[in-house]
């Protein structure tokens, strides 16, 4: 059986310290909660749901549980996806739509669970997808390009600190399995030390100023 060009994801994965303000226009972002039921090795086995009709404040205390049970009849969108290992900014991902009430049941019943708002911009000639995550995960943001092909010769924004594309702990499934706030401090102790890094395999890096 031949798997679908469209089955792979292309991007590129930066930390940043904050959301820019001009990039919240002050409406709703998507509202993320998915939960991991493989998350090993860099496979991955997820549940998704999400929302536009929500906007929650992401902090240490917004539990993605306790969001899916006051607000699961806003959530109108849900996805199974499976997912392998990222290699150079490449990853196998087949992502199959299912029915709103299935996800949110087999979510309450298990798994790991992130929470997540989902701000979405153009920058440059790339669409860019900026992700503040709650819960466990506060306060990381993490910000990504995505293509259809090989994210290369790419303008990375300024509030982009470093790149973190080919680190498995910043994927959302080493997320699930160990947040942030386990090894913020010394990943930030890291930072000081080895400073900021971008990837020199995609052809040439454009910083914006």
Known sequence: MDIAMNDFEYERRFYCRALPRELDDGDAPHLIVQSYYVHDGNYALRVRLQTRSLRIDMTAQTDPLT????????????FVTVKGPSVGGTRYEA???????????????????????????????????????????????????????????LQIPSFCVTEVTDQPRFSNDGLAGHPFSQWANDFRRELAQEGPRFQTLFGKNRISR
């Not at 798994?111 to 911009?121: C, E, L, Y």
């Not at 503040?132 to 990381?140: E, T």
């Open 95 to 153: 992502e199959r739509e299912i029915d709103a009430r299935i996800a949110a049941e087999l979510m309450m019943r298990g798994g790991a669970p992130i929470i997540k708002n989902r701000f979405s911009a153009w920058i440059g000639e790339d669409g860019w997808s900026i992700d503040v995550f709650g819960g466990a995960n506060a306060p990381l943001v993490i910000a990504e390009a995505e293509r259809s092909g090989p994210v290369t010769n």
């Open 67 to 78: 969001v899916l049970q006051r607000y699961r009849d806003k959530f109108n969108e849900a």
